[in-house]
């Protein structure tokens, strides 16, 4: 019980961080974007001086890769709360759903092509 808890605290701090992250990301663009309009007196899609390469990782873990890492390792402890039968049981029903949706396809195709290979049904009319 106190793993889980504090699997699931672990996890809770991640998920802030990387929110916090991308709230500050979103910030830094709008205010970059809102500068560039300034600089330029209109709206430009001119990359910067720099181009559009991002900051690099100061090794702190919040440069470009150190969101990626936040995800990821939010995504693993989330895993790890799932029982191992839950996620089998879930890989099962995906695979069905993923066969059912292969075969509703090649009925599709099927009658696609069967339409195409019948002629439209032609119709004498008299002229008189």
Not at 80 to 106: C, F, G, N, Q, Y
Request: net charge negative.
């Amino acid at each position: 019980m106190a793993d889980e808890e504090e699997a699931l605290r672990r996890l809770e701090e991640r998920l802030d961080e990387a929110s916090e992250t991308a709230q500050r990301l979103m910030a830094e663009a709008a205010a970059a974007a809102a500068r560039g309009r300034e600089q330029d007196g209109h709206e430009s899609t001119r990359p910067p001086a720099s181009g559009w390469q991002g900051p690099e990782s100061d090794g702190s873990g919040r440069g470009p890769g150190g969101e990626l890492d936040a995800l990821v390792a939010a995504i693993r402890s989330l895993r790890e709360l799932v029982p191992p039968e839950v996620i089998h049981r879930l890989a099962e029903a995906v695979k069905d759903v993923l066969l059912a949706l292969r075969a509703l396809i090649d009925w599709y195709i099927e009658r696609l092509e069967r339409r195409r290979a019948e002629p439209p049904p032609v119709e004498d009319i008299p002229i008189e």
